[in-house]
């Protein structure tokens, strides 16, 4: 049935779809990375780490630095480079972070938030300025075989910052759940700093890219990308809150099964990432926007919920985490200099985002031990900054 319906499409002049070689390498490849991660995961969770920090790792020894090294026959069976099988592995990837991030929106608390604005707004802003700064005068002084023939310094340095001042909001989040402070003050504040902090982040790489392409910022499209985020948030709390309430009272007034409230619930997620991701500031804001939505309103199905927690941390969630240390390639630090760069980029990586985030928080009337704490929480980075290499590199 495949093999025909690749013909079909290659005589209609179509991209084709998966055959069953094809096939088979996707199961494969979804049967490791999913294995893999959850027994690293289930590892980590023995010892008193993350159960992310497995599902991480789990990509690392799945990529070219250990699988790929040791068996690199095996390696390129599995993970092929053929850009139908990596995409749709890449889609599995997309919306397992999409349920990460409706879960985590389940698990915000407004109240919380908005008691401690002052404080979250500073922690952002310190959170994103100083590791900016700091990541943008190493890409200046970055050698130029790193920067690229042709590219120019200061965009490649522009890339370069923001790709280490973004914080990995999923696995912040993820490590946050894994370890019970998600429901705490710390933890309400740090996904506020965070989502505020990647808001304007993705703003800042929609104007790169623009300036890569173009040599200009492209300031009307900025302009749509705002103003898009603002609209999307005003109809989203007033009318997009009202159709997914009364759509799940009808559910529960006709006493449908769990199905029908979960197909609402996915629905809703996935158009709040559809439009996010239409606006160019990725999938996962409007997919939290909408995990925050359907923790306000106030016919709830609580089984939806446990089911969309379970699905996503035993299957999606491990895909997504997995994938992204799947591109993890330890060989290509073999020189020296790379070594020494790669070795340096993370210390001060790390030190900019938590004496950033310390400095804000200070600012904004948190204590010492908050401020570290908050720091400490900010400082994942890599899994986003992932995304700002390809779109520079591209």
Do not use: C
Request: charged content about 10%; cysteine-free; glycine content about 12%.
């Amino acid at each position: 049935m495949l093999l025909a319906a690749a013909e079909q499409a290659e005589q209609a002049g179509q991209t084709a779809p998966l055959d069953e070689h094809q096939v088979l390498v996707l199961l494969v490849q979804l049967l490791l990375l999913v294995g893999v991660a959850r027994l690293l995961g289930g590892l980590m969770k023995r010892i008193g780490q993350p159960s992310v920090v497995g599902e991480l790792l789990a990509g690392v020894l799945l990529g070219p630095s250990l699988f790929g090294a040791v068996l690199p026959g095996g390696y390129a069976w599995v993970f092929t480079d053929e850009p139908v099988v990596t995409s749709t592995v890449f889609g599995f990837a997309w919306l397992g972070v999409i349920m990460l991030l409706v879960v985590i929106g389940f698990e915000t608390d407004l109240s919380i938030i908005r008691r401690f604005a002052k404080a979250a707004l500073f922690v952002s802003a310190g959170s994103l300025l100083i590791p900016l700064a700091t990541g943008a005068t190493m890409g200046l002084l970055a050698p130029d075989s790193f920067v690229g023939e042709g590219a120019q310094p200061a965009i490649f340095a522009g890339f370069f910052a923001l790709a280490l001042a973004v914080s990995a909001l999923p696995v912040v989040a993820k490590i946050l759940l894994d370890l019970g402070f998600l429901r705490r003050n710390f933890g309400q504040i740090t996904l506020a700093a965070g989502m505020t902090m990647d808001s304007v982040g993705w703003l800042i790489l929609a104007a790169l890219a623009g300036i890569a392409r173009e040599n200009a910022l492209d300031l009307p499209h900025l302009g749509r990308s705002i103003g898009g985020l603002v609209l999307f948030l005003l109809i989203a709390v007033t009318v997009g809150r009202w159709f997914i309430d009364q759509a799940l009272r009808r559910i529960m007034a006709a006493g449908s099964s769990t199905a029908a409230a979960l197909t609402v619930t996915l629905m809703a997620a996935v158009a709040g990432a559809a439009v996010t991701q239409a606006l160019e500031l990725e999938a996962i804001l409007g997919a939290f926007i909408v995990g925050i939505l359907l923790a306000t309103t106030r016919h709830q199905v609580v089984s939806v919920r446990h089911t969309i927690e379970d699905l996503t941390a035993a299957f999606f969630a491990p895909i997504f985490f997995a994938f992204s240390g799947l591109r993890v390639d330890l060989g290509a630090l073999a020189s020296t200099e790379a070594a020494l760069w790669a070795f340096g980029v993370v210390v001060v990586a790390i030190l900019a985002k938590v004496g950033g985030t310390y400095l804000g928080a200070r600012l904004g009337g948190l204590d010492r031990r908050e401020g570290l704490a908050l720091g400490s929480g900010l400082s994942a980075l890599g899994a986003m900054g992932i995304v700002v290499a390809l779109v520079g590199l591209n």
